[in-house]
Protein backbone atom coordinates (compact mmCIF):
# COMPACT_ATOMS: atom_id res chain seq x y z
CA UNK A 1 0.00 0.00 0.00
CA UNK A 2 2.48 2.37 0.81
CA UNK A 3 3.50 2.69 -3.35
CA UNK A 4 -0.39 3.39 -3.57
CA UNK A 5 0.80 7.04 -1.97
CA UNK A 6 1.08 10.74 -3.34
CA UNK A 7 4.06 11.72 -1.06
CA UNK A 8 5.51 14.55 -3.25
CA UNK A 9 4.71 18.44 -3.79
CA UNK A 10 4.79 17.94 -7.63
CA UNK A 11 1.85 14.96 -7.49
CA UNK A 12 -0.14 16.88 -5.11
CA UNK A 13 0.17 19.72 -7.61
CA UNK A 14 -0.25 18.13 -10.23
CA UNK A 15 -4.02 16.76 -8.83
CA UNK A 16 -5.03 20.03 -7.49
CA UNK A 17 -3.84 21.97 -10.79
CA UNK A 18 -6.90 20.22 -12.78
CA UNK A 19 -9.14 17.71 -11.65
CA UNK A 20 -12.26 16.07 -11.52
CA UNK A 21 -14.35 15.85 -8.51
CA UNK A 22 -17.02 13.93 -6.47
CA UNK A 23 -18.41 15.24 -2.55
CA UNK A 24 -19.81 13.62 0.52
CA UNK A 25 -20.64 15.16 3.73
CA UNK A 26 -17.49 15.62 4.96
CA UNK A 27 -15.02 14.84 1.98
CA UNK A 28 -13.84 16.17 -1.50
CA UNK A 29 -12.45 13.56 -3.37
CA UNK A 30 -10.01 14.74 -6.81
CA UNK A 31 -9.02 12.40 -9.14
CA UNK A 32 -6.62 12.62 -12.04
CA UNK A 33 -5.18 10.08 -14.22
CA UNK A 34 -1.44 9.00 -13.63
CA UNK A 35 1.00 7.80 -15.84
CA UNK A 36 1.77 4.69 -13.12
CA UNK A 37 -1.35 2.92 -14.22
CA UNK A 38 -2.53 2.00 -10.65
CA UNK A 39 -4.54 4.42 -8.46
CA UNK A 40 -2.82 6.56 -5.78
CA UNK A 41 -4.15 8.13 -2.93
CA UNK A 42 -3.35 11.06 -0.90
CA UNK A 43 -5.21 12.85 1.92
CA UNK A 44 -5.16 16.63 3.23
CA UNK A 45 -6.82 16.95 6.50
CA UNK A 46 -6.89 20.17 8.17
CA UNK A 47 -5.69 20.75 11.85
CA UNK A 48 -8.49 23.79 11.95
CA UNK A 49 -11.28 20.82 11.50
CA UNK A 50 -9.47 18.38 13.62
CA UNK A 51 -7.44 19.92 16.42
CA UNK A 52 -6.00 16.66 18.21
CA UNK A 53 -3.80 14.69 16.26
CA UNK A 54 -6.14 11.62 17.39
CA UNK A 55 -8.84 12.48 15.35
CA UNK A 56 -6.87 13.85 12.73
CA UNK A 57 -5.29 10.13 12.49
CA UNK A 58 -8.65 7.77 13.02
CA UNK A 59 -10.14 9.93 10.09
CA UNK A 60 -6.52 9.47 7.85
CA UNK A 61 -7.13 5.59 9.22
CA UNK A 62 -10.84 5.21 7.52
CA UNK A 63 -10.19 7.39 4.19
CA UNK A 64 -6.87 4.76 3.92
CA UNK A 65 -8.81 1.84 4.18
CA UNK A 66 -11.66 2.84 2.35
CA UNK A 67 -9.50 3.21 -0.24
CA UNK A 68 -7.50 -0.30 0.13
CA UNK A 69 -10.88 -1.77 -0.29
CA UNK A 70 -12.18 0.06 -3.34
CA UNK A 71 -8.63 -0.18 -5.13
CA UNK A 72 -9.36 -3.21 -7.63
CA UNK A 73 -12.23 -1.14 -8.93
CA UNK A 74 -10.77 2.37 -9.48
CA UNK A 75 -8.91 3.51 -12.54
CA UNK A 76 -5.40 4.71 -12.28
CA UNK A 77 -5.83 8.14 -11.24
CA UNK A 78 -4.16 10.18 -8.53
CA UNK A 79 -7.09 10.61 -5.81
CA UNK A 80 -6.88 13.65 -3.08
CA UNK A 81 -9.13 13.02 -0.42
CA UNK A 82 -10.28 16.65 1.11
CA UNK A 83 -11.43 16.77 4.47
CA UNK A 84 -13.95 20.02 4.32
CA UNK A 85 -15.81 19.52 7.31
CA UNK A 86 -16.07 18.30 10.81
CA UNK A 87 -17.24 14.80 10.81
CA UNK A 88 -19.68 13.20 13.16
CA UNK A 89 -17.24 10.28 14.51
CA UNK A 90 -17.62 6.49 13.20
CA UNK A 91 -19.31 8.48 9.61
CA UNK A 92 -16.15 9.60 8.00
CA UNK A 93 -15.85 7.34 5.56
CA UNK A 94 -19.37 7.01 4.80
CA UNK A 95 -19.98 6.44 0.90
CA UNK A 96 -16.12 7.35 0.46
CA UNK A 97 -15.60 4.18 -1.57
CA UNK A 98 -18.95 5.40 -4.10
CA UNK A 99 -17.04 8.50 -4.20
CA UNK A 100 -13.81 7.40 -5.13
CA UNK A 101 -15.35 5.27 -8.31
CA UNK A 102 -17.43 8.33 -9.17
CA UNK A 103 -14.44 10.67 -9.09
CA UNK A 104 -11.98 8.45 -11.05
CA UNK A 105 -14.95 7.79 -13.57
CA UNK A 106 -15.44 11.36 -14.20
CA UNK A 107 -11.15 11.74 -14.66
CA UNK A 108 -11.41 9.05 -16.95
CA UNK A 109 -13.74 10.37 -18.95
CA UNK A 110 -12.02 13.45 -18.83
CA UNK A 111 -8.50 12.38 -20.27
CA UNK A 112 -9.87 9.37 -22.09
CA UNK A 113 -6.64 9.21 -23.75
CA UNK A 114 -4.18 9.44 -20.06
CA UNK A 115 -0.85 7.54 -20.38
CA UNK A 116 -0.80 4.28 -18.63
CA UNK A 117 2.57 3.20 -17.63
CA UNK A 118 3.32 -0.62 -17.30
CA UNK A 119 1.23 -3.31 -15.24
CA UNK A 120 0.64 -2.18 -11.26
CA UNK A 121 2.89 -4.00 -9.01
CA UNK A 122 1.77 -6.35 -6.81
CA UNK A 123 1.07 -4.71 -3.19
CA UNK A 124 1.89 -6.71 0.42
CA UNK A 125 -1.16 -7.04 2.24
CA UNK A 126 0.51 -6.17 5.71
Known amino acids: MHDARL??????DRV???NQ?????????????NPVGYPRLG???A???LAR???RNRVKRCVRERFRQAM????PCDFVVRLIARPVPGDEARDLSRTFKRAGQRAM????TAPVGETAPEFSSN
Open 43 to 45: MVI
Open 16 to 18: FAD
Open 21 to 33: RARTDYVVVMARP
Open 47 to 49: KRL
Open 109 to 112: SKWP
Open 7 to 12: VTKGDF
Open 72 to 75: PELP
Open 53 to 55: AVD
